[in-house]
């Protein structure tokens, strides 16, 4: 009892406390590390990790201490995880999160206990909008934007019909929602699938085919994207009706798609080749440190979280108590992003070009990602206005 008691009166005296600088940086990474999709958040974690080497492995001079955690694709664990590295790591930053379910699970956890959260990938219409909060950025986009970047490129090649295929959960919805919003042809048909479980797509593509559109639509990123380009390919489809896509073709699906993404253009707001110092040593370093593996747009977006981490801690001198003036700081976007210059809008979603890019050989003879165009220049999401924040 007596020991009972002398716990408890220490606990209220630590409690009592004033706070203070801590002597090291703890930040979470929820992502996924398991399963099909598990090279996505290899990605993301391998660029994390080379960010940090580029910082040498300090902010500010403090120590950086990252505790990884799986969310296995799955809401439900997504949200365990996030209140797990908060409520018990007591993470000052919390980064990552691929999938739009998992993020909107998580998100009332982070912004309760006003813990910085940097999505690095989700961009759901929610989170720019209605849920947008003082605590939560983004080092990607709001899902629209890509999908609508999509939208103008075929509009401005004069595609007059097309036929929309995605998956039935909230990104999907908003892929299709984007390309909707600007492509000014006709829309003859659309088809949500099962996610995450189904992998077999040729009921949708004979819906396409039969639909007579010129052209088809669709967005499933990861192991989703290499079957659907397989049968897409297979099935003869190909030689038929042109396909484009947001998120099917990036550098973590390319080397199993191999041919078959040739001649399918994709949009994205970055691109390997972009000819800013910041990417070139982050592209050129990453295939260093890691043999074989080129960095994908997750792992940028990953990337540039860390980056934007550091701006925050180096602002306040490593006292992570001043949350406002941290806010104020991540808010100027004060960093070098790989993707170049950019700025952020209220809802702290990224105002930034978007380009067109397209699969060619490199000098080696391997399958590569290249850009084209510049589609949209400073493009803002169009869920700014109903985010609270001014």
């Known amino acids: 009892m007596k020991k009972a008691f002398w716990l408890a009166g220490a606990m209220g005296l630590a409690l009592a406390q004033p706070a203070t ?3 090291s940086v703890k930040i979470g990474f929820v992502s996924t590390f398991s399963g099909p999709t598990a090279v996505i958040g290899n990605d993301m974690r391998n660029s994390f990790e080379l960010a940090l080497d580029h910082l040498g492995r300090k902010i500010d001079g403090k120590p950086v201490e990252v505790i990884y955690e799986d969310d296995q694709q799955k809401p439900d664990v997504g949200k365990q995880k996030t209140e797990k590295l908060i409520q018990s ?81 909230a990104a ?3 892929m299709l ?26 009921a949708e593509l004979t819906k396409a085919r039969n639909s007579g559109a010129e052209s088809i639509f669709v967005f499933y990123p990861g192991a989703a994207g290499v079957q659907f380009l397989n049968q897409y390919t297979q099935a003869g489809i190909k030689q038929q009706i042109p396909l484009y896509t947001a998120f099917t073709i990036d550098e973590t699906t390319l080397p199993l ?5 040739i001649g399918v253009p994709g949009t994205q707001q970055w691109v390997n080749d972009l000819p800013n110092e910041e990417n070139k040593k982050f592209v050129a370093d990453y295939r260093k440190k890691y043999p074989g593996l080129r960095p994908s747009f997750y792992g940028a977006q990953a990337y540039d979280a860390a980056n934007l981490i550091n701006s925050a801690v180096i602002a306040v001198k490593g006292d992570l108590t001043k949350k406002d003036a941290m806010k104020a700081e ?21 105002i930034q070009n978007f380009y067109l890019q397209d699969v060619v050989k490199d000098a080696d003879g391997q399958l590569s990602l290249k850009t084209v165009a510049t589609i949209v220049k400073d493009d803002q999401d169009r869920f700014h206005d109903k985010c609270p924040m001014k």
């Open 177 to 202: 929602a984007g390309v909707k919003s600007t492509f000014k042809g006709q829309v003859v048909g659309e088809e949500y699938t099962v996610w995450p479980s189904q992998l077999d797509f040729s």
């Open 89 to 169: 790591d007591k993470v000052d930053f919390i980064v990552g999160y691929i999938w739009s379910n998992v993020l909107l699970a998580s998100l009332k956890t982070a912004v309760d206990s006003k813990t910085f959260l940097i999505s690095a990938n989700a961009g759901p219409s929610q989170l720019a909008g209605e849920l947008c909060s003082p605590y939560v950025f983004s080092t990607s986009w709001q899902n629209d934007q890509t999908p609508q970047a999509m939208g103008t490129y075929m509009t401005q090649k004069g595609v007059k019909s097309a036929f929309l295929i995605g998956p039935n959960y």
């Open 330 to 350: 991540m808010e100027k976007a004060n960093f070098k992003s790989v993707r170049g210059p950019f700025k952020y809008g209220n809802n702290h979603i990224p």
């Open 21 to 23: 600088a801590a002597d």
């Open 257 to 261: 798609q191999k041919d078959n993404a």
């Open 172 to 174: 999907g919805k908003d």
